[in-house]
């Protein structure tokens, strides 16, 4: 089932030639509107011009988070601040977080490419799509949104949270296809087992779950307990949101969206462009986007690229699910999670060395978050309740600056340990990801 056939199967060759009008497009209109690009380019003495195969992006230099987090908060838009209807939002690697802005017609596009997605894990305008993604800033809950309202789905926008209320709905509204991210979902499972529902039973035709990473084991976990078919969903705030790359029944790779994002890999050290295939960064660029064109953008995911044709019959690229980062962010409980912003928080209490560690497990279902911290000398030997009220004081800058509610546990000086060859462990990560 295809939402968008003509487009879905077009020849790589027609593809191209459309990708590269698209680029050529997309670079003059930020050389010409956005200051960030043509200060870069003329400084790169690259120029709208230049590009005159899809090959030739390799020119232009990378956009990072950091270049995104400068421009803060609307310096990236590309059009008047009017025609910017919608704004997301996510963590930056330190201080401020990076803005993504939308345009009616991004709106629509956002919309299309999740609903082709949906078409695909076989959901149509029948369906009913309960969808627990979180509702706010982050982009899972308004770009899951908008796509099953173009597919002309039920749309359930229950967000995350209330488990028991969840299950109760998806049992008395007959939902047919749950979204979420795979931990909440292995939770909502277990919940709705102790509420005496079996989800096997709900008569689900497809979930679709993403926006962190998991393991092929998780997936089948997944399958089994709610007895239907789990599909990869990516995306990232910066370049749109969900539905940059979703899976097809092939379950083999995301198919990405090339009409609207064109996907390089690139050695995470060198820049250099990598062969399909070979496992990298993923560089991704707005090719379709008005609001805020995002070119060459470094996603620090770790994946590899394939274009041979799916068996589905799609003949867009496929990414690897993501296997790592290139950096030290982590996902906890769906949200992206920085040391850098630890740190950061750490610096603003007295009485605390540098030093820490970030120890992520999941005991049961959930993700949880230690911090250790060095107390310093002279306050560690003070009352416990000293002790205790700079541990809540931590915990409450933390959770200010990332939004996530942590253990926070001061150790005696000198008790973490120190690197003698150069780079720090500061996170520990003990939920076995890759
Ligand atoms: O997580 C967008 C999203 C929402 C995707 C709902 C899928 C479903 P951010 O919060 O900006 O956006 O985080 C983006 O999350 O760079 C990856 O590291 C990670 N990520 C997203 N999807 C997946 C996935 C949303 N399917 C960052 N598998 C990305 C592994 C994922 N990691």
Redesign the pocket.
């Known amino acids: 089932m295809m939402w968008n056939e003509e487009i879905e199967t077009m020849s790589r060759e027609d593809l191209k030639e459309l990708q590269l009008k698209k680029l050529q497009k997309t670079v003059k209109q930020a050389f010409d509107k956005v200051p960030y690009y043509n200060k870069k380019y003329t400084d790169y003495g690259v120029f709208p011009e230049d590009i005159e195969t899809l090959e030739d992006i390799e020119k232009l230099p990378f956009t990072t988070k950091d270049d995104l987090r400068s421009a803060y908060p609307f310096g990236m838009f590309a059009v008047d601040k009017k025609e910017i209807i919608e704004v997301h939002s996510?963590?930056g690697t330190t201080g401020k977080p990076?803005v993504s802005g939308y345009t009616q017609k991004d709106l629509d596009n956002w919309a299309e490419i999740v609903a082709r997605g949906f078409k695909s894990f076989g959901i149509g305008d029948e369906d009913i799509i309960q969808n627990t993604?979180g509702y706010g800033l982050?982009?899972?809950g308004f770009?899951?949104h908008y796509g099953a309202l173009k597919l002309g789905a039920t749309v359930v926008p229950i967000s995350t949270g209330q488990s028991r209320r969840q299950v109760e709905i998806m049992n008395d509204f007959g939902t047919t296809c749950l979204?979420f991210?795979p931990s909440y979902g292995l939770y909502l499972g277990e919940v709705a087992l102790e509420e005496g529902i079996d989800p096997k039973e709900i008569g689900l035709k497809a979930i679709?779950?993403?926006?962190?990473?998991?393991t092929e084991e998780m997936r089948q976990n997944i399958e089994k307990k709610f007895n239907t078919k789990a599909y990869?969903?990516?995306?990232?705030?910066?370049i749109m949101?969900?539905?940059?790359?979703m899976e097809c029944p092939a379950q083999n790779g995301?198919h990405i969206a090339e009409d609207f994002v064109y996907p390089e890999i690139i050695d995470s050290n060198t820049g250099k462009t990598l062969d399909e295939g070979t496992k990298g960064e993923l560089v991704l660029t707005n090719i379709d986007r008005e609001g805020m064109p995002i070119i060459r953008f470094r996603?620090?995911?770790i994946t590899a690229l394939h274009y041979d044709k799916c068996s589905c019959g799609r003949t867009f690229a496929r990414m690897d699910?993501?296997t790592g980062?290139a950096d030290d962010?982590i996902?906890v409980k769906?949200?992206?999670v920085f040391p850098s912003q630890i740190e950061k928080a750490l610096l603003k209490v007295s009485g605390v060395e540098p030093h820490y560690q970030i120890i992520v497990t999941r005991p049961g279902l959930m993700d949880e978050i230690e911090v250790k911290v060095e107390a310093s000398p002279d306050i560690f030997s003070d009352a416990i309740k000293d002790m205790v009220q700079i541990q809540k004081k931590i915990g409450d800058y933390i959770q200010n600056e990332i939004g996530l509610a942590v253990k926070v546990t001061l150790v005696a000086p000198k008790s973490i340990p120190r690197t003698t060859k150069g780079k720090v462990q500061h996170v520990i990560d003990k939920r076995n990801l890759h």
């Open positions: 996510s963590s990076v993604h982050f982009t899972g770009g899951v979204i991210t679709g779950f993403g926006a962190e990473m998991w990869n969903i990516y995306g990232l705030t910066e949101g969900p539905g940059i790359g995301l996603t620090k995911d699910r993501i980062r962010m996902k769906g949200v992206a």
